[in-house]
């Protein structure tokens, strides 16, 4: 599975850093500052490909009845 495909990145005016978020159902979201470049995004997505992989893991081991 190409874990990067399936990230959405989001460029926020109000964003002073990265922020990368794994949620409860697995999607994973990078919210960067607005002058941040794609490509710098990308190659910081690459860095963190194993913790995403990681924290999707977790997150599937956890009960859903403690997610809600």
């Keep these: 599975?190409?874990?990067l495909a399936t990230v959405v990145i989001k460029k926020r005016r109000q964003a002073k850093g990265l922020r990368l978020r794994v949620q409860d159902d697995g999607r994973v979201t990078?919210?960067?500052?607005r002058f941040f470049?794609?490509?710098a995004a990308k190659q910081f997505l690459l860095t963190k490909q194993e913790w995403i992989v990681a924290a999707r893991k977790r997150m599937e081991s956890v009960p859903s009845r403690l997610l809600n």
Excluded at 30 to 33: K, N, Q, R, S, Y
């Design 37 to 39: 470049s794609l490509k």
């Design 30 to 33: 990078l919210t960067v500052p």
């Design 1 to 3: 599975e190409d874990v």
